[in-house]
């Protein structure tokens, strides 16, 4: 469990200390049954719901239906209600931001557009009313509630510490936004490669400009005025992006980091570029503390930590090539004579340990061919440098990401066969018709496409968050943005150099499987497939 | 961008758009439940796909020559981290199964994962668990992206988003070719009327 709250933990911290009573409620225990379903003595919550299905525990928690944000949901036609301490405790009144967001982006069912119009006002909740609800499920206006609301069987105590939680959440926006402006950073790790971050921060710089330009441009049309408020123009925020350069060793990060966002509070990092030394393990464990959003960082080892929540990945990086590798490497009856060729950096020591582990055994390995033990048939390289087969060498060399993306497409092409590579990016002409528009908007704002895919990366990581941003309107909560990408990715028209991404609730990876490449001159992009796209945890 | 505050003026035309839906009308509110929902239902031949599909065992499944001719078969589309409906849906099927294992024949039902890269079979086999869902009755089915994309579509339930996939429960009686689809939720009694309903002539 990942708390990530100062701001309520502070709050609680002070309640505790004038107000301790426990008419008030325990919002801590609250939060814990909303979460998981779970009293603190580990008892689930039971409750009906369509009049006779019980559930319970994790399938009862609130977090299910209306989310961390309590901001509700609205997936295959089922409205779930906001349920925010200030959503409760006024009437409920249908604004056209609500409406926009359940409506406009959706493909929704016409019954569910049906039942929209249906929407009675009701009155605002109080205790009394709001505990009646849960357990009873009807509105302050005595209308029950659809029967997906589970009627809960609940104790006067658990109903208090429920309402004394619910109160409390949502009941401030998120840091990083005022009425004009909404700031984000994207953070360069110190091994980052110079190169690669030009590219990379020359994208998201561009972004920001046309989408900017364009909001302006919205803003000043006659008939809308920044202050007529309840209209979708409210919504708009100038982005304001910077940069966080990170120094010196992966222990002085956190304090960077906090002192950077102590001088510039941030709605959510966008982005981001980590080289093969360190990984961003660091980074993320400083984002769960904070409760701050990541979004699509490009590196090839993403932190692990267990049920982190606020950072997203692409894909599990060295550690998806390397299940992916295992399952190539049996198929292809390449693991007789096979060897690894491991660096010194933590993504080549990463991807080297969970081969391993996917064989269940270890393979030989070395920083040079010249110090294996034997002179191996098959070879696995984890760096960018890329060891040639032949008749000196070994028979076949199997290559990660990293190797990749260090060559132009020309260079790539003109590799000797018997060399492939093991990614999750798609080969070009895998990626039509969608790269043609993403190309076509970089030539639309004169940038060079040296280091595509990490461009293409950047781009899809900026409309991605765009999108999303969209999706709340003016409700600036960190958790819903998050929830929000979870929601809407796999919605994207394109993704950039991946043929398909898609996640869901607590899903943080958004590639699951890889492809196996290799050269070919006369392939678009200098790459052909060797073996379709493989999910190393469907294969049989 | 992809703004489009073009599209207010519109709002009332979609929502009456949605009043005049032709599909037969559902059942009435079950047995006098106060609380129990209304669902459409229809009757459909699909033509399925032949693919190869994977059980929660790691098992393959031919897909449909594996579903049983001779009972009844109950199948929904469901994925294991889905927040609102999947839960309800598969709560559904386990709190029903104790009447629809008095069936004769016995049904099979079979839950199939409309997100098949994070649903492996092993976390397939963790949600079954949750479910308490032992048993050769209840079948958990992942598989290749492209393979249960056709049976979607196949059932006329596929969206490119599975996050606003429907809740649907499709039935077919043993002998039939024939589907019952049922669009929306229902009570775990209404599900084992439905059942019952197939194996009355």
């Not at chain 2, 996939?165 to 024939?178: D, I, K, N, Q, V």
Request: negative net charge.
């Amino acid at each position: 469990m990942s708390p990530g709250r100062r701001g309520c933990a502070a709050v609680l911290l002070a309640l505790a200390a004038c107000s301790p009573g426990p008419p008030a409620g325990d919002p801590e225990r609250g939060r814990l049954l909303y979460l998981s379903g779970r009293r603190p003595d580990g008892t689930p919550l039971e409750a009906r719901a369509q009049g006779d299905v019980p559930v319970r525990g994790a399938d009862a928690a609130c977090v299910r239906c209306h989310q961390r944000s309590g901001m509700g949901s609205a997936e295959g036609g089922m409205l779930v209600l906001p349920i925010t301490g200030p959503r409760l405790a006024a009437p409920q009144e249908w604004s056209n931001q609500d409406l926009m967001r359940y409506l406009y982006r959706e493909e929704q069912e016409r019954a569910f557009k049906a039942k929209l119009l249906q929407m009675r006002i009701r009155p605002a909740y109080d205790r009394p009313s709001l505990i009646r609800a849960l357990r009873e499920g009807l509105r302050p206006d005595g209308h029950p509630l659809d029967p997906a609301m589970p009627r809960y069987r609940l104790s006067e105590e658990d109903a208090r510490d429920l309402a004394a939680w619910l109160e409390r959440l949502g009941a401030a926006p998120s840091p990083g936004v005022d009425e004009e402006r909404i700031h984000f950073a994207t953070v360069i790790l110190p091994d980052a490669d110079p190169g690669e971050a030009t590219a990379l921060l020359e994208t998201l710089e561009a972004w920001k400009e046309r989408r900017n330009q364009h909001v302006l441009w919205e803003l000043q049309k006659p008939g809308h005025s920044v202050r007529f408020k309840d209209t979708l123009y409210d919504a708009l925020r100038l982005w304001e992006l910077h940069v966080w350069r990170l120094e010196g060793p992966p222990s002085s990060w956190p304090e960077q980091l906090t002192a950077l966002l102590e001088e510039q509070p941030v709605f959510a990092l966008v982005s981001g570029l980590g080289g093969p030394r360190f990984g961003w393990g660091p980074v993320q464990a400083w984002c769960e503390a904070e409760g701050l959003p990541c979004l699509f960082p490009w590196t090839a080892l993403p932190g692990e930590e267990d049920g982190a929540w606020y950072s997203f990945w692409f894909h599990e990086g060295v550690r998806l090539e390397a299940r992916a590798l295992a399952v190539f490497l049996r198929q292809r009856k390449d693991l007789e004579g096979a060897a690894q060729l491991v660096g010194e950096t933590a993504e080549e020591r990463a991807g080297a340990a969970a081969l391993d582990a996917a064989l269940g055994r270890p393979l030989p390995r070395a920083a040079r061919v010249e110090e294996l033990p034997a002179p191996p048939r098959v070879l696995v390289a984890w760096g960018a440098a890329l060891p040639r087969p032949g008749p000196a060498g070994p028979e076949r060399v199997y290559a990660t990401t990293r190797a990749l993306t260090a060559r132009s497409a020309a260079e790539l092409a003109s590799l000797p066969a018997g060399l492939f590579f093991v990614t999750p990016c798609a080969p070009d002409p895998l990626l039509e018709p969608a790269i043609r528009q993403d190309r076509v908007w970089f030539r639309n704002q004169e940038l060079p496409l040296d280091h595509e895919r990490l461009r293409l990366a950047a781009y899809f990581a900026a409309r991605s968050l765009d999108n999303a941003l969209e999706h709340l309107f003016e409700d600036f909560y960190r958790d819903f943005l998050v929830e929000s990408i979870e929601h809407g990715t796999e919605e994207r028209m394109t993704f950039g150099p991946f043929h398909r991404l898609s996640l869901g609730r607590d899903q943080r990876h958004a590639a699951r499987g890889c492809f196996l490449l290799r050269p070919d001159p006369d392939a678009e992009g200098g790459l052909a497939v060797e073996e379709a796209w493989t999910v190393p945890g469907l294969a049989e | 961008m992809r703004f489009r505050p073009w599209l207010l003026p519109w709002l009332p035309v979609l929502f009456v758009a949605g009043c005049g839906e032709g599909r037969t009308a559902g059942p009435a509110p079950g047995e006098g439940q106060a609380s129990s929902s209304a669902y459409t239902r229809e009757e459909h031949s699909y033509a399925l796909p032949e693919v190869r599909l994977l059980d929660r065992h790691g098992q393959p499944f031919a897909f449909p020559a594996g579903l049983p001719a001779d009972r009844p078969v109950l199948l929904q589309f469901v994925f294991t981290t889905c927040g609102t409906i999947c839960p309800i849906l598969s709560n559904t099927f386990r709190e029903a199964r104790r009447e629809l294992e008095r069936l004769d024949p016995r049904p099979l039902l079979v839950s199939l994962s409309i997100d098949p890269e994070q649903d492996t079979p092993e976390a397939l086999r963790d949600y079954a668990a949750g479910l308490q869902a032992g048993g050769r009755d209840w079948v958990f089915l992942t598989g290749r992206r492209e393979d249960i994309e056709a049976v979607q579509k196949a059932f006329d339930a596929w969206h490119r988003n599975k996050m606003n996939h429907e809740p649907l429960t499709f039935l077919r009686a043993p002998g039939s070719s024939t589907w019952v689809r049922l669009n929306g939720l229902s009570s775990a009694a209404q599900l084992v009327r439905e059942a019952r309903g197939l194996l009355r002539p």
